[in-house]
Structure formats: structure tokens, C-alpha cells
């Protein structure tokens, strides 16, 4: 399923729902981007690479397109008074630019994704935010938002604890299986698998 139907039906499910709900959404459309031909192609900003780098860029618009929407649908709903959105992704692609060349900067561009976290004023304040993360960091910030304060058996750290050295917040990260490791701005590469 395309991601622009994926999310039509979801609202359509939300819409409906009880309150309070929990879901989550993965979109696909941007996996398969060798082979796709996406409506929004030719809004893509242009850039330099390889044919499956530019596909992947498309794809990637797509997405961001089909989410803006679905963002869109809420806030002109009533769901828009007390939901929270959370868009993130787990990985970027084994494609680069043209001037990328060094293995650990492509390592770097290959796990750095954004986080996005949207939601009423009164409980996200709008801004940027440099912390350093990753996906075991979602739940306990999530908790941190919603103000529950139970203990719990996270592995990660919430991202508004700003009593957290940076040199003491780490991402752990694979390449194939090869445990990769970054705290603050020092990065170790295993050469050991997990297999």
C-alpha cells in the first residue's frame, strides 16, 4: 500500500477509534524505491548521485509528503486537541551524494534520522533540539511528555533529561552485523559480528 492510502485509511481507523488510543504506522512506499514511480516525482529537489540515490530521494519527498497530509487531517479534526504525533525512521539507505566518500561519514548518514515530535502546545513546546539519541530513547521520552513517572526497565534515556553529560549519551547502531557505537562525538566500529 502506497503511503498517501496507508495513511488516508489510518486517519479513517483513528477517526473511529475509542480514546485514549496508541498506534503506530510504518510506511513502505520509500523501500522499494528502485522500482517505483511516485506522484510527487517531479516536486523532488534535484540533486547529484547515482540513478538509485535519486529514487531514493524521491521516495524519501513522498513520504514526507504523505505525512504532511496526514499531519494536516488531524489538525483539522478534533483529534488535534489531544494527540501526539511521533515521526521518526530507523535507518537511512546504503546510498550517498557524489562528494561522500569516507566510510565513517557515510556510517553517520546512514543512522542519522530525525525525530519529529507533534503535538498540542500545552504539552510540546515547539523548538529544535540537538540531543544526541536514539530509538531505546523514544519510550522514556514519551513518558517524560505524558508525565509518568513509574520506574521502568528502558535501556534508553529520555531525551528532555537534560542532567545527562552528553559524553554519557550514546546510540548504539549495526552495519550488517557489526556493532557500531557513538558517544557524544567519539564513534568505535567494532570488528566483531553478533552472529
Known amino acids: 500500500m502506497n503511503d498517501c492510502e496507508m495513511f488516508d485509511h489510518v486517519y479513517n481507523v483513528l477517526e473511529n477509534s475509542s480514546e485514549p488510543f496508541f498506534a503506530q504506522i510504518t510506511t513502505l512506499s520509500n523501500h522499494v524505491a528502485k522500482e517505483s514511480i511516485y506522484p510527487t516525482q517531479n516536486q523532488t529537489p534535484p540533486t547529484k548521485g547515482s540513478g538509485k540515490y535519486i529514487k531514493y530521494t524521491e521516495g524519501i519527498y513522498y513520504t514526507d509528503y504523505a505525512v504532511s497530509q496526514f499531519i494536516e487531517k488531524i489538525l483539522n479534526s478534533d483529534l488535534a486537541e489531544d494527540t501526539i504525533v511521533i515521526a521518526m525512521g530507523d535507518h537511512g539507505l546504503w546510498l550517498f551524494p557524489d562528494n561522500v566518500k569516507e566510510p565513517m561519514e557515510k556510517l553517520e548518514i546512514m543512522f542519522r534520522v530525525p525525530l519529529c515530535i507533534w503535538g498540542p ?61 557513538r558517544v557524544g562525538d567519539t564513534f568505535s566500529l567494532s570488528k566483531s559480528r553478533l552472529d
Open 121 to 181: 502546545e500545552d504539552i510540546i513546546t515547539p523548538g529544535h533540539d540537538g540531543t544526541l539519541g536514539s530509538q531505546v530513547d523514544l519510550s522514556p521520552t514519551l513518558m517524560d511528555y505524558l508525565n509518568i513517572k513509574h520506574k521502568n526497565t528502558f535501556l534508553g534515556q529520555s531525551l528532555l533529561n537534560q542532567d545527562i553529560p552528553a559524553n554519557e549519551r550514546y546510540v548504539v547502531t549495526l552495519l550488517g552485523s557489526i556493532p557500531h557505537i
